[in-house]
């Protein structure tokens, strides 16, 4: 399987302004990703998605590909992330590469391992799944059993629809959420089919205590903390 290792690192970031290349621990924000996506055995290519030139120098300096520069329009606050990703592959297939699958790879996520990248690779071909996603656990308190949408006459509705609540703890369902560090799709999912999740998801558990996604600057703060004490350890 050939799988095309994309990092999408635009210029505007508005939460760290600049994030992508400011430093972290000494290094760019970017440059943990690519280390990671570079170590990692499953990827065929890795390169990087960027409108924005310095971010694109700092790319090369990580030892990225940088084949393109993203049309302006597909780096705005409202850009989705799957018309940053068909851009990608279409543009590395219109100059002779061919990918059986695409591992988007966000730079918010420093902490992320190479073996995390191939497991979910793995995962991939061993579920013939549509897609795998890293995950992490939903705290009770915020289990879909537990949380209340308000209706339109104001009153509360638990979101599975259900009339009561599963009264302990102990027999809640487990729950998840994306944890955002590493998104594996088909490539004719993505290309033909509009969607990088498809109708079979397969996710990837990772510890809570290991990750962090970089939106704010407390994020950015964990983020330090984290490495710090990996770096002691």
């Known amino acids: 399987m050939r ?3 994309l990092i999408p690192a635009r210029g505007g970031s508005k939460g760290v302004p600049r994030k992508n290349i400011r430093l972290l621990c000494g290094k760019p924000l970017l440059q943990y990703t690519a280390e990671a996506a570079l170590a990692a055995h499953r990827l065929s290519h890795v390169i990087l998605s ?5 971010i694109a120098e700092v790319g090369r300096r990580c030892g990225l590909g940088v084949p393109f520069l993203r049309p302006a329009e597909l780096a705005q606050d409202d850009t989705p992330t799957l018309p940053v990703v068909q851009h990608a592959v279409r543009w590395m ?5 061919q990918f059986d699958a695409i591992c988007l790879l966000q730079p918010t996520n420093p902490l992320r391992q190479p ?3 191939d497991a979910c690779i793995d995962r991939l071909e061993q579920d013939d799944a549509d897609a795998v996603v890293t995950i992490l656990p939903v705290p009770a308190e915020y289990n879909p059993h537990w949380v209340y949408f308000k209706d339109e006459d104001g009153l509360l509705r638990l979101s599975t629809g259900e009339v009561n609540p599963i009264p302990r703890r102990q027999n809640l369902p487990a729950a998840f959420h994306r944890e955002g560090s590493v998104y594996v799709t088909r490539r004719n ?5 509009n969607s ?3 109708r079979s998801l397969v996710g990837y558990l990772l510890d809570p205590e290991q990750c962090v996604n970089i939106d704010s600057l407390e994020d ?3 983020a330090e903390r984290l490495l710090r004490a990996d770096e002691v350890n």
């Open 220 to 222: 950015w703060e964990r």
């Open 189 to 193: 999912l993505a290309m033909e089919q």
């Open 115 to 117: 073996q995390v990248i």
């Open 93 to 97: 297939e219109t100059h002779g590469e």
């Open 3 to 5: 799988v095309l290792g």
């Open 196 to 198: 990088l999740c498809g």
């Open 50 to 54: 960027t409108e924005d030139y310095e």
